[in-house]
């Protein structure tokens, strides 16, 4: 049994079951029972949807929608991703779980890289950047993305890994004005996350 604390004190029981993971995923949308970690990375990226995601695990009765939104604000915001994660542990079998663990982890690391890159993904979007400075630019930007590979001593995960450096490298380069998204590491974290380019 996982539980956190609003932001007055409540405390609210997260717990996962079949049925409860398809009122999740028809009221908001977000598929909590994803193997590529595709739902947890969705409400660790956006309050807005850990929010709805609670409304329905928490099924608050006693204080109406609004009410416990707004409770749903500053630290209490961690611990409520913790109590889902908590929660998502003890519902799936060990195997599957350990799967879903080390995708979110590398999610994690990769949404951390990416931040690190954004900047400078969004100095090439300049299209008055002299060549010089993009060159410098896209000099460290490779540099970044080859630390950000990890290494592996299978051949298939490796082009796998520098197929999603390839990809951010080609959009970097690509300095159209538009806005640039990041590859996911999962097929389905991109499409839960709800993220659009720029965001």
Not at 95 to 106: G, N, T, V
Not at 143 to 156: F, K, L, V
Request: charged residues 25%; contains cysteine.
């Amino acid at each position: 049994m996982s539980t956190f604390n609003d932001s007055m004190g409540q405390s609210w029981t997260v717990e996962f079951d079949g049925l409860l993971l398809d009122d999740v995923y028809q009221a908001t949308g977000i598929d909590l029972a994803d193997l590529s970690a595709g739902g947890l990375a969705a409400i660790e990226q956006d309050a807005k949807k850990l929010v709805k995601v609670l409304l329905v695990l928490c099924e608050p009765k006693d204080i109406d929608e609004r009410t416990f939104s707004k409770r749903i604000v500053r630290d209490v915001i961690p611990g409520a991703i913790e109590a889902i994660v908590s929660a998502a542990a003890n519902f799936f079998p060990p195997k599957q779980w350990s799967e879903i663990q080390s995708r979110l982890d590398q999610q994690r690391e990769f949404d951390q890289n990416w931040a690190k890159i954004r900047p400078m993904v969004a100095k090439l979007n300049d299209p008055d950047m002299p060549a010089a400075l993009r060159e410098a630019v896209m000099g460290a930007l490779t540099e970044a993305m080859g630390e950000m590979t990890p290494d592996t001593t299978s051949p298939a995960d490796t082009q796998a890994d520098y197929s999603e450096v390839d990809d951010i490298l080609r959009a970097a380069a690509s300095v159209t004005g538009q806005d640039v998204t990041p590859p996911m590491l999962a097929p389905s974290v991109q499409g839960n996350s709800g993220l659009a380019p720029g965001d």
